[in-house]
């Protein structure tokens, strides 16, 4: 018996060593990691009508990409319609798509009362929606005490409300159809707890919450939710991000030596997520992703951490300066 509990105990240290293994090593979750070794690729989803908002840069416009090299049709939204023009000439000299293929719709997501026509628009061109991707929303940097309640509401209004209201008027489409995809560009902020940023980590938090329960509703339903999850990528995410006083923008500058992954490799997996209908992915180096899941399973253990470690140096790992 004794004999059995050990092999028993031994196997489970084995599979922990090599699950800590993967994790150290890789730059997304397991599932993710698998997902990209056995599951379905980007190419799967060809011919597939893909909205994308927030396309006109960072995330959102190398996703376009991707998914216009696996033969997507798409609409790209964003509020600055000659980003959006510019973005459309990449996806067709990189892509398998013709001119037809992409719609460039420009779209504030905060005014919603537009949300309604701009789907009628796209739905008018392509006749249906496959797949929705929320990736519009912005970031933001100040302490918790020197953000206005003002800021809250602004972040609130354009990374939750907007995200959710556009999804509204979309879901009936596909709830009709009885097929469709929601993916919803959340954060790593939207499992940790981000320093320096309470109100983008608030928001991401929260759409956590709505679309996990929008996944639980529409499960047995053919519609599909997908929480994409990246920690610190390069982008211009600081350069508009809010801070603590209305109207100001960061106007923050990444740096070339910084651990940050890749526009390019951050939107591949992002597409491999959404090809494999995947509830979340988490899409992050370390030791951002090995935070992540230390936070995740052993949370008194994470805090515990996180205060040995200090605000200074818990603001380093989120800005990828350590």
Not at 41 to 61: N, Q
Not at 229 to 238: H, K, Y
Not at 303 to 311: A, F, N
Request: glycine share 6%; net charge positive.
């Amino acid at each position: 018996m004794l004999d059995l509990l050990f092999y028993v105990f031994l196997g489970v240290v084995v599979l922990y060593a090599v699950l800590f293994i993967l994790i150290v090593a890789g730059d997304c979750d397991l599932y993710l990691q698998f997902a990209a070794k056995f599951g379905k690729k980007p190419s799967t989803l060809k011919g597939k009508v893909v909205w994308i908002t927030g396309a006109s840069s960072g995330i959102g416009e190398y996703l376009a990409y991707e998914l216009a090299k696996a033969g997507c049709k798409l609409c790209l939204s964003a509020r600055r319609e000659q980003e959006l023009i510019r973005v459309k000439k990449e996806c067709l000299l990189y892509g398998k798509v013709n001119e037809n293929d992409i719609l460039v719709l420009p779209l504030d997501v905060i005014k919603m009362e537009t949300h309604s026509s701009a789907t009628q628009h796209v739905l008018e061109y392509f006749n249906k929606i496959d797949i929705l991707v929320n990736n519009a929303g912005r970031s933001q940097r100040a302490l918790f005490e020197e953000t206005s309640v003002d800021v809250d509401r602004e972040v609130l209004e354009l990374n939750v409300l907007g995200v959710l209201s556009l999804t509204k008027q979309v879901l009936p489409h596909m709830l009709e159809r009885k097929e469709g995809h929601i993916v919803v560009m959340s954060s790593i902020a939207g499992k940790v707890s981000a320093p320096i940023s309470a109100s983008y980590t608030g928001s991401k938090h929260a759409i956590q919450g709505w679309f996990s329960c929008l996944a639980v509703e529409t499960f047995d339903r053919n519609i599909a939710v997908t929480l994409l999850c990246p920690g610190p990528v390069f982008s211009n995410i600081l350069d508009t991000a809010f801070t603590g006083k209305p109207g100001e923008e960061f106007k923050g500058k990444m740096n070339s030596s910084e651990k940050r992954m890749s526009t390019t490799r951050c939107a591949e997996l992002c597409a491999l997520a959404i090809a494999n209908r995947l509830d979340e992915a988490w899409i992050a180096l370390n030791p951002v992703l090995l935070f992540t899941y230390t936070y995740q399973y052993f949370p008194n253990l994470a805090r515990v951490l996180g205060k040995r470690m200090g605000l200074k140096m818990l603001s380093k790992i989120r800005e990828g300066n350590l």
